[in-house]
């Protein structure tokens, strides 16, 4: 089972890896609320090393774009993962968090 | 909560801490004795360090005394050894013009002697020869004063004695020459009340005194005292030494008038007395607060002990609660439908502790429709919990309304808000028809059912909306017609989301598993799949809700 790691990088972008469950989840959304205060534009969240998301870390990723949303700012992820695009296919949220590699 | 304690009633009190209880008095009792004493203790000996320092002080002053005494002494026996010296040289025949001459300066008011007299012995013939000043008190016919004035002859030095005529009291002298023959006699008035003043510069200015004539100090040998007599003799600290004076001796003793030491020496065991006492009462005062400190920290430790206790029982009696609600929530049972097999079942993840949010409904709509619900609602907790109840009976408001699939979630989705509800939900919502098989659904999130008996297992398709609570969003319709006998099988994510494996992976498994058991009743067949795939350590709590469709016959 892989460590769960969040990192902000210097240029702002939150490097996220392992598996995102609700064990974990209050440590992404601390780091995005923090990014959040000084972000001028969109938060990107890079989810190329998350290889599992479940209900509760589903419902933080609403959320946080949620809370982006209401002080007009953006909230994206990067490098989704098959099988995590899967469950945001699954769940409805591939609408809110669209592949960035279809646009 | 652990095995190896044993888990009390709520309102049974913790053990106390074993050991001995101290009580707070008795520490500040032991305290107080133990402070008294060496107080006393050290009160005691610093006052017997003053005394004796004292004792030393007036030793040395008595001394000094005994010293001025002997002057004085001396200057009494010095004119009449001087008078004899000058009879016996002068006037051996018997003239008294030396006697008049030394004892006339010494004799009168004022002055040393009250009276003086010379005498001749001649064979056994014993003569007053010649008197100066005031007469005698002791009469000179008297028998006794003869025997006392012959035994100044076998006296070498001054003869003393005490005489007491009516109210006045004398010092009698007699010195006397055997050789020639001559006798002096003086008598040295001292008050009736035997007290003499001091002078301030004197030797005695320090002390108070009394002068006994011998060696007994007694009313009757007193001589002189600056005292009350009626006090003596001294008590407390006291000194005597002994003068030698003529044929017999004085004894002064004396008493110191005030400290003689410093004030500081005699001030100490009282100041330690008192700085002992208030350390002493402020020691028990301490050690009392502090053997009520440590009693309440122990307290404090049992009351915690308790508490934690308690919230372990509050805990397992709240996890209990909350089973009990999430299954009160739940139907218990489903409502016959003509043409319809309804079975369902919910199953608690291993976690346990945190009770989810899953949940299944079937509800008749009107003679010939049927509605029916599976909802997820993400994380865990009496919230989860209570957003759960909130989209069932919401839910269920807007399909017996009449409100279809699509319209439902849509209104729904207006309704749920992740921000303030702390909870986003999935929900699969399905209206179907008893007559003729045919079901319209929607999906907010939620994962397809999977439809048995029409060719091989597979999931319906329906495109999810978002799930309620991640905004207002429009949900699309997915409509298709169940053949008789067909079975729709409906469940939460708990069943096929296994970590470090496709989601995928988990649907074709399910799917899997209900093609393989399919010909059974619905209830076995909830049964199974959930035995089959339900994970013992499964994390997440699973509803399932299977539908088949008898077809009107």
Known sequence: ???????????????????????TVDELSAAARAALE???STLVLDFGGVTFVDSTGLGALVRLRKEAEHRGLGLRLDGVRPEVRRVLDLTGLSEIFPDQAEL | MGAEAEPPGPSQPAARPA?????????????????????????????????????????????????????????????????????????????TAPFEQVMGAQ?????????????????????????????????????????YLRHAFDTKTTTVRLVTVGSRSEVAYAHADPTSGWLVYAEREIPANRRAPVDRDSAFSQIHYAIYLGRHTT??????????????????????????????????????????????????????????????????????????????????????????????????????????????????????????????????GARG?????????????????????????SGRGVDAVAVMARARFTIRAYLTDGDDPVTVLEKCSQQFDILTDGHMTTALVGVGSWRTGEVT????????????????????????????????????????????????FCFTDGLVERRGEDIDTGLTRLADVLARAAERPVGDLVAHVLATLRHEDAPDDIATLAIRWTGES
Do not use: C
Not at chain 2, 68 to 78: D, G, H, K, N, P
Not at chain 2, 115 to 134: I, Y
Not at chain 2, 252 to 272: H, K, N
């Open chain 2, 19 to 95: 050991g001995p209880r101290r009580h707070p008095g008795r520490v500040a009792a032991a305290i107080t004795l133990v402070g008294l004493v060496l107080t006393a203790g050290s009160t005691l000996a610093t006052a017997r360090i003053d005394r004796t320092t004292e004792q030393r002080l007036l030793d040395g002053q008595t001394r000094q005394a005994a010293t001025v005494l002997s002057t004085a002494i001396m200057v009494i026996e010095l004119p009449l050894q001087s008078t004899l010296a000058a009879q016996r040289a002068s006037a051996p025949a018997g003239s």
């Open chain 2, 353 to 377: 502790l945190d009770i989810g949010g899953d949940w299944f409904s079937v509800i008749e709509l009107d003679g010939e429709r049927f509605g029916f619900v599976v909802g997820d609602v």
């Open chain 1, 38 to 40: 000084t972000t001028a």
């Open chain 2, 441 to 488: 659904l929607a999906s907010a999130g939620h994962p397809p059912p999977v439809l048995l008996g029409d060719g091989p297992p597979h999931f319906v398709e329906v495109t999810p909306g978002r799930p309620l609570g991640a905004g207002v969003a429009p949900y699309p319709v997915s409509t298709f017609t169940m053949p008789a006998g067909a079975t729709l």
């Open chain 2, 107 to 147: 004799v009168g008011a004022g002055k040393m002697f009250q009276t003086a007299s010379l005498w001749r012995r001649q064979g056994a013939d014993l003569r007053l020869v010649a008197t100066l000043g005031d007469p005698p008190a002791l009469s000179p016919k008297a028998a006794s004063t003869l025997t």
């Open chain 2, 219 to 348: 009313a009757d040998t007193l001589s002189t005292t600056d005292v009350d007599p009626r006090t003596l003799p001294f008590h407390g600290v006291r000194s005597s030494q002994t003068v030698p004076f003529g044929d017999t001796s004085l004894t002064l003793t004396t008493t110191p008038r005030s400290r003689l030491g410093s004030d500081l020496s005699g001030a100490l065991p009282w100041l330690l007395l008192g700085g002992g006492l208030l350390l002493t009462l402020a020691a028990a005062r301490v050690g009392q607060r502090l053997t009520r400190d440590r009693e309440s920290a122990e307290h404090d430790a049992a009351t915690i002990t308790t508490l934690y206790q308690q919230t372990e029982t509050l805990y397992d009696q709240q996890r209990e609660l909350f089973v009990r609600l999430q299954r009160a929530l739940l139907p218990s049972a489903n409502p016959e439908l003509p043409h319809l097999e309804v079975a369902a079942e919910y199953a608690a």
């Open chain 1, 1 to 23: 089972m892989d460590d769960f790691v969040v990192e902000t990088r210097a240029d702002g972008v939150i490097v996220v890896s392992g598996e995102l469950d609700i064990a």
